[in-house]
């Protein structure tokens, strides 16, 4: 071969390494175009998780405030029904107002939004519900005539004390805030000769 003659090699040499040149550039493009693809299938995944995540929590957030509002619905439905049967029952007259089978109704009410409480609610505040019910449970069965009390009107009248306690617990326990509410002052059960401080922060106090 002469010395100012290309070998035929060069040339095939040459058009070999352009096309694995070429062939290695798509490559090294696909692979960036897959990782580009996993890293967005990653970001789009955790995006729906959070999202996901937010419509749990919400959705569990609007179960316990209806669960809270229930109880605080229930037991007002509940006082409101026992104040005339209670005075009534008190100054010696026929029973006024609901009926017998109404009131075991709004018991039942409470029992139940007092289940969903448990589940849904603190523990604390939960057993401060459990204690206003023992009190309603009280001026309940002395409507229906299944107890005495020694003063029953006094009684009926101081649940709206204790529910007004209640509230205040239930929108700590939302964690409601815009409204100032002041602390309550002590307070007597007023129950005659049984009549004793009482809190209104869900302490049971000691039955005779």
């Known amino acids: 071969m002469d010395s100012g003659q290309v070998s035929v090699w060069v040339p095939i040499v040459v058009a070999v390494l352009g096309i694995l040149g070429v062939v290695s550039g798509q ?11 996993a890293r967005e299938a990653e970001r789009d995944d955790r995006r729906w998780a959070r999202e996901r995540q937010r419509d749990i ?8 405030f209806d669960v809270h509002v229930s109880v605080l619905a229930a037991f007002r ?12 029952r008190e100054a010696g007259h026929e029973p006024d107002g ?3 089978d109404e009131l075991v109704a709004l018991e039942d009410q409470a029992q139940q939004v007092l289940s ?9 505040l939960a057993t401060a519900a459990d204690n206003v019910y023992v009190d309603f ?10 107890r005495e009390l020694n003063a029953p009107v006094k009684e009926q ?4 004390i204790l529910l007004d306690g209640l509230r205040r617990q239930v929108r700590e326990a939302l964690q409601i805030t815009g409204e100032s509410d002041a ?10 000769r049984d009549a004793r401080p009482r809190a209104v922060d869900g302490a049971k106090p000691a039955r005779g």
């Open 27 to 37: 490559l090294i493009n696909v692979w960036r175009e897959d990782r580009r693809f």
């Open 57 to 64: 929590d919400a959705h569990w957030r609007e179960k316990r």
């Open 77 to 88: 439905d509940w006082d409101r029904a026992l104040a005339k049967p209670v005075a009534a």
């Open 98 to 100: 609901p009926t017998a």
């Open 116 to 124: 969903g409480l448990m589940v849904f609610g603190p523990a604390a």
């Open 137 to 146: 449970r009280r001026c309940h069965d002395y409507a229906l005539g299944r």
């Open 157 to 160: 009248r101081y649940l709206v």
């Open 183 to 192: 602390e309550p002052e002590p307070t007597m059960a007023g129950r005659g």
